[in-house]
């Protein structure tokens, strides 16, 4: 039978099936069209923007084609679409489209940040707790509901202009924008940020584990106004830091 | 029931359209929620909304994943998840189906219907123990909507159902909709179904509607929980209460979503039939 849920074919399936009156091909797509309807619904419900954006005709033909490719993994269905940004960037009806899987991976980021877990966030007082030779070598670690993502297309704007209460054209001419972004949950909700190119160096590097002070040369080498205590304290306030240690020899962890 | 009632209480499925509601109303006819375990089995605020609605309302906890009807054993991962989301719940009622839905790590997304031989109820028992053992409750297993039987099948589902019952341990939820669609499916009798299921293990009911779809020709009717409980299924609650006495009952909805409003006259619909039917004994009419 999952192979028949899965767009094959089974004989010997279809010889157990009993025969109630109606054809039994007909009964296991009864299955199969409940599968792929609950499913783009999952879908819509994880990617709602990429539906507006494309109109829920099309989007139920894009789910179809995707559900054929990449059923889910696991029951907790918020999950699934992982794969759907990249199947939108290859799926050809799309092309014209080139924003679209970015707008995709947004609604994942965000999709992500609302489901993960919540570890207990550091204030900013723990960094008195390391001497100034210390700081260089510090490195973070983050709410699992942290995100960035980088675009050059103005992502955070349609997603906005696409939301119940945006008014009427509010996103207005559409035009490449390089737009990086951090997502992230406050209050319980989801949110994103605008980050300047050097504010998203410099959080890409700690999210990878790099020291503080290469952290800080990568973003300075891309915006030498880049402001390094405002975007610690922002780090800090948002609640975003949950582990910071020290890599050098004499490391004191917290 | 928890918190303080003494009788089975009505109550409804929760969804997530539903949740703010829930929490600035907190309607007090409402004595208990059902929500489906896998959309809080992450780090999201909203298992923290149930957290705070658990205070007031009697809680079930059903699952859509943990496939006991599959060939292979439950997911340990998927069980383990189950099991952290029900010791911080501590639901009244955890319940699951007698349906497959995993198949070598693929989830399908539906309750899939498994043949009803000896060997796919020893493997069923073997799944339930396994799964119960893990959660350390009392599973209530669910009679599922079927839209195909296998001619090789031995046991008829409510012996299915009372056999895995008494091998296991486990209580039954009967869900009164589903008789209906398959009696109107398959012309299976509800009344003989529900007799032969065991009083004692027959833990609650749950109430849906359904919709009329054509498949080949004919008309098939579809458990899709989208639309109000329709008289004959209520009709069928009365004499299932009857007969098995007042138990926990959930009104589901889970497409066409109404304003919460309804479903709470739904709920209480169920408590007066229950009322009803726990004090008087005559026959009613569901054809």
């Known amino acids: ?254 | 029931m928890a918190n303080g009632q003494s009788d089975p209480a009505a109550g409804i499925g929760l969804r997530s359209a539903h949740i703010d509601e829930m929490l600035s109303t907190r309607p007090p006819s409402l004595g208990l929620l059902e929500v489906h375990a896998e959309n809080y089995m992450s780090g999201s605020p909203a298992v923290a909304a149930l957290d705070n609605l658990r205070r007031d309302y009697a809680l079930s906890v059903h699952g859509v994943g943990l496939s006991l009807g599959g060939a292979g054993e439950p997911d340990p991962d998927h069980l383990a998840r189950l099991k952290a989301l029900t010791e911080r719940l501590e639901p009244n009622l955890i319940s699951e189906h007698l349906a497959w839905s995993v198949h070598v790590g693929i989830y399908f997304n539906d309750l899939l219907p498994l043949p009803y031989t000896e060997e796919s109820l020893r493997i069923a028992c073997r799944n339930v123990d396994r799964a119960q053992d893990v959660l350390r409750r009392r599973l209530l297993i669910e009679n599922p909507a079927i839209y195909l039987r296998f001619r090789h099948a031995t046991i008829d589902e409510p012996v299915f159902l009372a056999e895995l019952a008494a091998r296991t341990g486990c209580s039954i939820l009967c869900d009164v909709n589903n008789l209906y669609v398959n009696w109107k499916n398959f012309g299976l009798d509800p009344v003989a179904y529900l007799d032969a299921l065991p009083r004692e293990a027959v833990g609650e009911f749950h109430l849906a509607g359904h919709h009329k779809s054509d498949a080949d020709g004919h008309t098939i009717l579809i458990d899709d929980h989208g639309a109000p409980v329709v008289e004959p299924v209520w009709a069928l609650y009365e004499h299932a209460v009857r007969q098995f006495g007042r138990r926990a009952t959930i009104v589901e909805r889970d497409t066409n979503l109404p304003p919460l409003g309804e479903l709470i006259a739904e709920a209480g619909r169920a408590t007066q039939i229950a009322e009803r039917g726990a004090v008087k004994s005559k026959p009613v009419a569901f054809a």
């Open chain 1, 1 to 254: 039978m999952a192979r028949v849920l899965r767009g094959g074919s089974d004989p010997e399936l279809l010889a157990a099936i009993a025969d109630d009156g109606i054809d039994a091909v007909a009964r296991l797509r009864i299955y199969r069209n409940h599968m792929t309807i609950t499913l783009t619904e999952a879908l819509k419900a994880n990617f709602p923007v990429v539906c507006r954006l494309v109109d829920e005709r099309f989007f139920a033909y894009a789910a179809h084609e995707y559900i054929a490719i990449a059923l889910p993994a696991e029951p907790s269905l918020w999950a699934y679409g992982a794969g759907f940004a990249d199947f939108l960037a290859s799926f050809p009806p799309c092309r014209d489209l080139v924003y679209l899987p970015d707008v995709a991976r947004l609604e994942r980021a965000i999709g992500a940040a609302f489901h993960a877990p919540h570890s207990n966030a550091l204030p900013l007082s723990v960094l008195a707790s390391f001497s100034q030779h210390q700081a260089c070598d510090l490195v973070f670690s983050f709410q699992p509901a942290w995100g960035h993502l980088a675009s050059d297309w103005p992502v955070d704007r349609i997603w906005l202009a696409h939301q119940d209460q945006a008014p009427a054209n509010a996103l207005g001419t559409l035009a490449p924008e390089a737009t990086r972004l951090e997502i992230y949950r406050a209050s319980g909700r989801p949110v994103f940020r605008r980050m300047t190119a050097g504010e998203f160096a410099f959080r890409q590097a700690l999210a990878r584990g790099t020291r503080l002070e290469e952290a800080t040369d990568a973003a300075l080498s891309l915006d030498f106004l880049f402001d390094l205590p405002a975007t610690l304290r922002h780090l800090f306030d948002e609640g975003l830091v949950v582990g910071c240690d020290c890599v050098a020899t004499d490391a004191k962890e917290v």
